[in-house]
């Protein structure tokens, strides 16, 4: 089976963090990284939460409205630093890549995933920092027939998760 790790970066929506923890779950993802300023659940680790326990604890009742327990099923982190995540992914083993439309994006039906694939979500608006795209070693961009550009990054994690996963 694919070892596969979902990284969701710089993502605003406590929705969206909900969304893509329970997807991951249902698609058999490792891990799930949650980093930079995207929200996270509380921590159950044994770790110490540098938030505010009321900004914690609202965080963690919205993300728990889409993961519907996900973010205790699913193994997740947080990192702030995107930079040393991809670092020690590319050193365990890793291919990085990400969804984005891109001049040298591949387009994902003719992709063909690697046994061990970090697969990262960036922004929802802005799209994916041009210094994290540097580090990936793909840019995977999902087709659009329709009249607007760009999928939501939970539906364009899901299609590219399922895709990964059974291709």
């Known amino acids: 089976m694919r070892d596969i790790v979902l990284i969701a970066h710089n993502l605003r929506s406590c929705h969206n963090i909900g969304s893509l923890l329970r997807t991951a779950e249902g698609l058999g993802v490792t891990e799930v990284i949650i980093t ?3 929200p996270y659940p ?8 540098r938030r505010l326990p009321h900004i914690a604890n609202k965080l963690h009742k919205q ?3 889409t993961a519907l327990g ?3 099923s699913q193994r997740w982190r947080q990192a702030d630093d995107i930079t040393a995540v991809l670092k020690q ?7 990085l890549a990400a969804i984005e439309q891109s001049l040298t994006s591949t387009r994902l039906p ?3 995933p690697p046994d061990k694939l970090a697969l990262l979500v960036g922004r929802e608006v802005e799209g994916v920092e041009a210094e994290v795209l540097a580090a990936m070693y793909a840019i995977l961009e999902i087709p659009m027939y329709g009249s607007k550009e760009s999928f939501n990054v ?3 994690a ?3 998760l399922y895709h990964c996963r059974f291709a």
């Open 42 to 49: 509380l921590l159950f680790d044994g770790s110490t939460d």
């Open 36 to 38: 930079g300023y995207s």
């Open 63 to 65: 993300i728990q409205k």
């Open 154 to 156: 939970v539906q364009a």
């Open 158 to 160: 899901a299609m590219a």
């Open 70 to 72: 996900a973010e205790t």
């Open 89 to 95: 992914l590319s050193s365990d083993g890793y291919t």
């Open 110 to 112: 003719d992709y063909r």
